[in-house]
T-cell receptor, first 113, second 112 residues
Framework: EPEVTQTPSHQVTQMGQEVILRCVPI?????FYWYRQILGQKVEFLVS????????KSEIFDDQFSVERPDGSNFTLKIRSTKLEDSAMYFC???????????FGSGTRLTVV | DAKTTQPTSMDCAEGRAANLPCNHS???????VYWYRQIHSQGPQYIIH???NNETNEMASLIITEDRKSSTLILPHATLRDTAVYYC?????????????FGEGTQLTVNP
C-alpha cells in the first residue's frame, strides 16, 4: 500500500535555529498538508498546498513557517526560527483530491531545546 | 464545518462489534462525515467517509441516520490492534483547502 514518508523521525534543535521537515507524498496525489500535534493535545491543521501554492493556512502558520515543493516528489515544512512551543509531532498528509481520505505519514517529532 | 460530539471513551471485547457514535446535528447539506483513527501518536489513519448513504469498506461500516444528524462507525470484529482514538469529522468537499478539524475523539479500548 502506498505510504507518505517523513524524515527525520525525530529532530532535536536549539531554540532560534531553522529546521526543515521533509515529506514524500504519494506519487499520484495532488493535495498536500501539514498538521501538528503538541504532546497530549489535538491534531491541528497548519497548511494545505495545491497546484504549487498554499490553498489554506491556519492561524498557527505565521511568517515563521513556509512550505515548498522543490521537485516532483518532496514537500517540505520550514520553521525559520524555532521556539520552545514549536515542539510537537508534525504530520504530513496527501490526498488524491479534496474529497478523498487523506493519507498521513508517521510524523516527525520535533524537540526544541 | 459543523461541530461533532463523541463519547470520550468506550470499551469493547475482542471479536465483538465496536459501535462508535457521533452526533453532528448542525451538519449542512454539502458536508460529508469522515472517520479517522490515531493509534498511540502515530499519524491519523483514514477509515471511511459518507454523505448520506451507508458505506462499507474493508475496515468498517458507516451508518448515517436519515436526517444526517448522527452517524455510527462499526468495526465488525474488533481486535486488540483497533485500540485507538477515533475521530468523527464533518467536512465540506467544496472548501478550497479542505482542512480537517480534529476534536478530542473517542478512545476505544479493545479488551482481550
Amino acid at each position: 500500500e502506498p505510504e507518505v514518508t517523513q524524515t527525520p523521525s525525530h529532530q532535536v534543535t536549539q531554540m532560534g535555529q531553522e529546521v526543515i521537515l521533509r515529506c514524500v507524498p504519494i506519487s499520484n496525489h495532488l493535495y498536500f498538508y501539514w498538521y501538528r500535534q503538541i504532546l497530549g493535545q489535538k491534531v491541528e491543521f497548519l497548511v494545505s498546498f495545491y497546484n504549487n501554492e498554499i490553498s489554506e493556512k491556519s492561524e498557527i502558520f505565521d511568517d515563521q513557517f513556509s512550505v515548498e515543493r522543490p521537485d516532483g516528489s518532496n514537500f517540505t515544512l520550514k520553521i525559520r526560527s524555532t521556539k520552545l512551543e514549536d515542539s510537537a509531532m508534525y504530520f504530513c498528509a496527501s490526498s488524491e483530491n479534496r474529497g478523498h481520505g487523506y493519507t498521513f505519514g508517521s510524523g516527525t517529532r520535533l524537540t526544541v531545546v | 464545518d459543523a461541530k461533532t460530539t463523541q463519547p470520550t471513551s468506550m470499551d469493547c471485547a475482542e471479536g465483538r462489534a465496536a459501535n462508535l457514535p457521533c452526533n453532528h446535528s448542525t451538519i449542512s447539506g454539502n458536508e460529508y462525515v469522515y472517520w479517522y483513527r490515531q493509534i498511540h501518536s502515530q499519524g491519523p489513519q483514514y477509515i471511511i467517509h459518507g454523505l448520506k448513504n451507508n458505506e462499507t469498506n474493508e475496515m468498517a461500516s458507516l451508518i448515517i441516520t436519515e436526517d444526517r444528524k448522527s452517524s455510527t462507525l462499526i468495526l465488525p470484529h474488533a481486535t486488540l490492534r483497533d485500540t485507538a482514538v477515533y475521530y468523527c469529522i464533518v467536512k465540506s468537499q467544496e472548501t478550497s483547502g479542505s482542512r480537517l478539524t480534529f476534536g478530542e475523539g473517542t478512545q476505544l479500548t479493545v479488551n482481550p
